[in-house]
């Protein structure tokens, strides 16, 4: 079981891609929300189980009917990779019917040290992939994400090619927004880095965002410039998908988009404000280089937060010290 958010969500694919090879006589149902269910395709052994959050599994009689539902499935354990106050009711009932559950530990101190003004304990911390790993350990299940496995490039819709085209550019996909402000790289920087990697003509950039704002920006971001097109709005979630396979390298924020891409096989370059690497949330198998960080002589007190959910007065600026042309030179080195 995990709901929410969509990059945490995206972060399980790959712990269970794993286990399914390493135990092919282990079936998975795995319980989420059901504009997840596109992550989970094509993963053999595991079926996909929609939470209806809005009738069915409502409240806490509806959690009652969830863990009956599953109950019906014939389930010999359950895992809890989210350990939020819905899943423990439904862990709890069924610890209480004699089943083996096991749970995450999400770290909380640990992340409490690492964001905290003062006093601050600055070091890597276990990565959310390695978490879940340690959760199947409880059940006995040892998995190894040290060779993964990613889907092949999914064959593109024609609505699709129909937008993009069919040239034999690099794609560059660029997700230049988060949940938080403090998460969101300055846009007039990311039109600087939108504007020179639009300069060679042999790349296409694909921009990525969702609802009514993001879309406007975007088109102002990608307005006179053939080579960049804006892909929200225009196609479905499993069609963005499709197209996040086939790109060469996204540039993302510490965002979902990060970790969709990361999950399907592709060069993830992110760009960090009040949040950091070190609190377990990189995108999966890619390299600590390609995570830019924000310039901490400059603001000691980053990460300031796990979620960057928290607003810290004088550290508007922060990301500042990521430069453009820092950010345009990595993504020429990982085309090449």
Known sequence: ???????????????????????????????????????????PNLSFFAFDEKERHKGFLGLCRLYQDLAALDIDAFVDLHNVLRSKVVRTLFAMSGKKTASVDKG????????????????????MFERHVKVFEQLGFSVDLANPIFPKKAILDQEVIDIIGENNQKLIGIAPFAQYHSKVYPLDLMQEVIDTLALDKNSKILL??????????????????????????????PQELQLISNLDVMLSMDSGNAHIAAMLGVKVITLWGATHPYAGFSPFNQPLENALVSDRNLYPKLPTSVYGNKIVEGYEDAMRTILPKMVVQKIKTSLK
């Open 1 to 43: 079981m995990r709901l929410s958010a969509m990059g945490d969500v995206a972060m399980t694919v790959p712990v269970l891609r794993a286990f399914v090879n390493q135990y092919p006589e282990v079936k998975i149902s795995l319980v989420s929300r059901p504009f997840f269910k596109p992550f989970f395709e094509g993963i």
């Open 108 to 127: 909380r101190e640990e992340k409490k040290a690492l964001t905290r003004p003062e006093n601050k304990v600055f070091k890597p911390l276990t990565t």
């Open 208 to 237: 990525f965002g969702g609802g009514k704002k993001e879309i406007e920006i975007l088109n102002t971001i990608s307005s006179g410039k053939e080579n960049v097109i804006n892909m929200a709005g225009k196609i479905k979630f």
